[in-house]
């Protein structure tokens, strides 16, 4: 009964919405409401946002990467690609040829939909600088990367600006839409949707509460964002427990703040309570990152490349979601 209350409420206010448009980078977003909602006061005391916004439903992926790179990475001026992108053991996502000055980036057959990985948390700010800037094609600099949402010359002191369009989730905000329940107002142990650790189980045995991390010393590498269609927390995001741990704004020490746990990561580092960080720099093959926005519902109007385009309501897949639980 919960569950169903849960759906119903997630299709009354936090639709799902999709931004459409040729040769982009576009996202669903699960749009995030109840805000002046209290921080979870089990948790070290996160989770409180006073204002709606939207979060993308799924991890930023190697094809949407791959967009961003071949947009602004022709000469790669602040080391977005990493070649460990195409190398690792664990990741094999992006292929880039050419030189210097007319580079080309393109995703390997069967990585478009795993989420990308060896970004730093520059990376994530300069891409969500490209998404603020409407995804222009050129340098990278303040029409592109470099200013936006983030003035990025401001190196470790960067902070978000006034009136920016998309971001990196704060940790509370990254908080709210994992673990908050919004319809009792309390907080689940887990971004499944439940207080009971999730089964690390494979996708296609996924009946909810289900993600992907390491136990009983094996693991099953990284996997398609969204792959656990049945896990989603209360307001329809997914992977937010497992996968790739994924950088927030927070400043910990001189550090920055990753949540959720990983493909590699043990059971324990899922839980709400968990929290870690690393250094600004760092580029592994368990971290990856997903992005914020301040467009909601019927405000939505999404920059195109050089354009302001149509976006598409994606209520039907969310109706037949909320039918089939209920």
């Not at 029409?143 to 190196?155: H, K, V």
Request: overall charge negative; hydrophobic content about 35%; aromatic content about 14%.
């Amino acid at each position: 009964m919960k569950k169903q209350c849960i759906n119903a409420f997630l299709l009354a206010s936090a639709l799902i919405v999709s931004a459409s448009s040729a040769e982009a980078a576009t996202f669903d977003w699960a749009i995030i409401g109840n805000p002046g909602n209290p921080d979870d006061v089990h948790g070290d005391g996160y989770g409180s946002v006073g204002y709606q916004y939207s979060i993308a439903a799924k991890e930023v992926t190697t094809a949407q990467y791959v967009e961003f790179l071949n947009a602004v990475a022709a000469t790669d001026t602040y080391g977005l690609y990493n070649t460990n992108m195409s190398s690792s053991a664990s990741y094999q996502g992006i292929t880039r040829s050419g030189g210097s000055g007319s580079y080309e980036y393109s995703s390997n057959a069967g990585w478009e939909n795993r989420p990308v990985v060896y970004v730093s948390w520059y990376d994530t700010l300069r891409f969500t600088n490209w998404l603020h800037n409407g995804q222009l094609t050129g340098a990278q600099n303040n029409t592109t990367t470099e200013y936006g949402a983030y003035d990025m010359s401001l190196g470790t002191s960067v902070v978000r600006l006034s009136g920016a369009e998309y971001w990196l989730p704060s940790e509370d905000e990254w908080y709210k839409a994992a673990y908050y329940n919004p319809v009792n107002e309390e907080y689940y142990n887990y971004a499944t949707g439940s207080d009971t650790l999730p089964s690390r189980t494979v996708p296609s045995g996924d009946t909810g509460n289900s993600a992907n991390y390491y136990d009983d010393n094996s693991h099953l590498g990284l996997l398609d964002v969204g792959a656990y269609d049945e896990s989603e927390s209360p307001y329809g995001t997914y992977d937010q427990n497992g996968n790739v741990w994924e950088w927030n704004e927070a400043l910990i020490g001189s550090n920055r703040g990753l949540r959720g746990g990983s493909w590699g990561s043990s059971a324990f580092t899922l839980a709400a309570s968990f929290r870690h960080s690393t250094t600004v720099t760092t580029e592994h093959n368990g971290i990856g990152f997903r992005v914020a926005s301040s467009y909601i519902g019927g405000d939505v109007a999404v920059p195109e490349p050089a354009s302001v385009g149509l976006v598409l309501l994606s209520v039907g897949g969310l109706i037949l979601r909320w039918a089939k639980k209920v």
